[in-house]
């Protein structure tokens, strides 16, 4: 089955990963700008670093035949350096017409803190400025719920959000449900220790069904697994779901929350136009 992965870090990856991938039914991935694993000093780091997303990872996932997109921002460990983020944000729309950009992200919080919330509202008015969409970090354990309605509640009060237009990720059942009721879009991401297991979030998926509900794996510099969508797949025909319900989850939520952005410009691997590049 093909499958696109909303959100997984490659520049963490090695090249065999993206072999791995295409194997196992990856078509078209998304990679938000991250943490370095480092805080990094400078605007030029980053300068350096959006052009990594936007030149060289999409030559590296077309070896594969693998479609490559990306998302810009400095994200929420880094923006406690106030100057900095705002230095960042100012060059941002320098690479917002590349090819493979589709918005800004992944923003949100991090210890949700007031210099975070500063530079997250100021991402969110780069966005609203150049009709970009929205990728959502939200924080990670016990911030995570409070993180969470700070993030909404900000978002909520901008009537400028077309919330369709936004991917709230890393949910998890004590944060989906809210997500959803105020009609964003809600990312699971399948992690082996934390955030969902792809048992977890097949359960997700059965307790408030498939709409506005997309599974990815992260990949990033910690333990994760980049084959964590074939694992949910797995998981799903093991518990008897028809491969329409997968299909809807793993591939046709994302081409449809994707294909809002101008960026998109996706190729179904069957070789027909898809919604994205029809005139």
């Given amino acids: 089955m093909y499958y696109i992965d909303p959100h997984i870090h490659m520049v963490s990856r090695t090249t065999d990963d993206y072999e791995t991938l295409a194997k196992m039914g990856c078509v078209a991935m998304s990679e938000p700008a991250f943490w370095a694993g480092f805080d990094r000093g400078s605007v030029e780091s980053f300068r350096d670093y959006f052009r990594q997303l936007t030149e060289f990872e999409p030559k590296r996932a077309a070896q594969y035949g693998i479609q490559h997109y990306t998302w810009l921002c400095i994200n929420a460990k880094e923006a406690e350096n106030v100057s900095l983020s705002r230095e960042v944000i ?48 939200t924080p990670h354990l016990e911030d995570k719920y409070q993180g969470t309605r700070m993030i909404l509640d900000m978002l909520c009060a901008d009537s400028r959000v077309d919330r369709s237009r936004v991917l709230v990720d890393h949910v998890e059942e004590h944060t989906v ?91 179904a691997p069957d070789a027909t136009v898809s919604k994205a590049e029809t005139p």
């Fill in 90 to 137: 100012a060059m941002i729309p320098e690479f917002l017409d590349s090819p493979n950009v589709l918005g800004i992200g992944e923003i949100g919080l991090n210890k949700n803190t007031k210099n975070e919330s500063t530079i997250f509202l100021e991402h969110v008015d780069l966005a609203m400025e150049h009709q970009q969409q929205i990728l959502i970090h």
């Fill in 177 to 267: 449900r809210e997500v959803l009721d105020r009609g964003f879009w809600a990312g699971m991401t399948l992690y082996p220790v934390t955030k969902c297991t792809p048992q977890r979030a097949v359960d997700i998926i059965e307790m408030y069904g498939p709409e506005r509900l997309m599974p990815n794996s992260a990949g990033d510099w910690g333990p994760s697994k980049p084959t964590a969508i074939p694992d949910l797949i797995l998981e799903m025909r093991r518990r008897g779901h028809p491969e329409s319900l997968i299909r809807k989850v793993v591939y046709e939520n994302p081409l449809e929350f994707f294909s809002q952005s101008r960026g998109f410009r996706f190729r």
